[in-house]
């Protein structure tokens, strides 16, 4: 059974639901002492609300890029963002950022339950509300047991869920995460995979995740959107088909699990060969199973 696609257009996910998120052919041109670095040229893709979307793209395809267009933290060349109808421009009160670096991300000088309750303190939530919401976060991501610790008591995958407990107490309409997991070990990163779909199950956010790992990608998400090299448009927007109840051994070692990684494998080859063309999309299925756990640079 061949990938259900969307190559260029980005825009039809099969959903009439209205879109909380809209990419509208975003264009960011940098300028540079020696000139101009177009690193996006022209991104359209919808996010309905509850959906769970991976973007993966070579290594300076401008993934961050287009993140902080999208979180209000860089203003776009060209085109815009829209969030629950209205443009984004500046960083919405709706939206959460995970950075790769949680090391740089967490304020030292807090214990872990302050930096989770920072935000809500700041968007002036009540104590009581501040107390539950960031109960919740911490069961949620299983960090109740160390709630007086500080980050630099703790490994670094347990900083990341310290991270991903402030954006989920917060409790944004939509989270962007950017290669948050690259910086753990293997077994850490499995487990944080799992916990983020746990998460998103259970509150029901939107989230756009950004990683280099095409089997990450197909394992995540519910749809996989693969971006061209820099200066960058929409190589392939997949629909993920696999079940919903994932885990880590049976939907790695399934048929189409190998399928849709081979085929997102093959789309990123494309796809480091392609900047900016258009880029037709073939059938998925007949991709190599030998792929192993492939990174997109
Ligand atoms: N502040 C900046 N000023 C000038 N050029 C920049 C700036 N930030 C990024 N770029 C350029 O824009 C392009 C895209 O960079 P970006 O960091 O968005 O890519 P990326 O897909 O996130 O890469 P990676 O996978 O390595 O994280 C690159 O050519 C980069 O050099
Ligand atoms: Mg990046």
């Known amino acids: 059974m061949p990938a259900k696609t969307t190559a260029q257009s980005g825009v039809d996910t099969g959903s009439t639901q209205e879109p909380l998120l809209s990419v509208k052919g975003v264009q960011k041109i940098y300028q540079v002492d020696a000139g101009e670095i177009e690193a996006v040229r022209d991104l359209t893709f919808d996010l309905r609300p509850g959906e769970l979307a991976c973007l993966v793209g070579p290594s300076g395809s401008g993934k961050t890029t287009l993140l902080k267009c999208i979180a209000g933290l860089m203003g776009a060349t060209a085109g815009e963002v829209v969030l629950s109808g209205k443009p984004v421009n500046g960083p919405p009160k709706e939206m959460a950022v995970v950075f790769q670096e949680y090391g740089r991300s967490l304020f030292p000088w807090m214990s872990v339950r302050d930096n989770v309750e920072l935000p809500l303190k700041n968007a002036k939530v009540a104590k009581a509300e501040r107390n539950r919401l960031v109960d919740e976060a911490l069961e949620a991501v299983g960090l109740d ?29 939509v989270l962007l995460m950017d290669e948050p997991f690259a910086a753990v070990d293997a077994q850490t990163r499995a487990d944080l ?70 085929h997102v494998y ?12 258009s880029a037709p999309s073939n059938a998925a299925g007949g991709s190599p199973s030998t792929v192993a756990r492939e990174e997109a640079e």
């Not at 995979?193 to 790992?213: K, Y």
């Not at 049976?250 to 190998?258: G, L, N, P, V, Y």
């Not at 093959?266 to 063309?277: L, M, R, S």
Request: aromatic fraction near 6%; hydrophobic fraction near 35%.
């Open 145 to 173: 047991h160390v709630p007086r610790s500080y980050p630099w008591q703790l490994s670094g995958g347990m900083q990341q869920r310290v991270a991903i407990a402030r954006a989920v107490a917060y409790q944004p309409k």
């Open 193 to 262: 995979e799992d916990l983020i779909r746990d998460v998103w199950e259970r509150l029901g956010i939107t989230i756009l995740f950004v990683t280099h790992d095409i089997d990450e990608s197909v394992y995540l998400g519910e749809r996989v959107i693969i971006l061209s090299s820099s200066p960058t448009v929409i190589q392939e927007d997949i629909q993920i088909d696999l079940p919903d109840e994932r885990d880590q051994l049976t939907t790695r070692s399934s048929a189409r699990f190998t399928e849709l990684r081979g």
């Open 266 to 277: 093959e789309q990123i080859q494309i796809a480091k060969h392609n900047t900016g063309a």
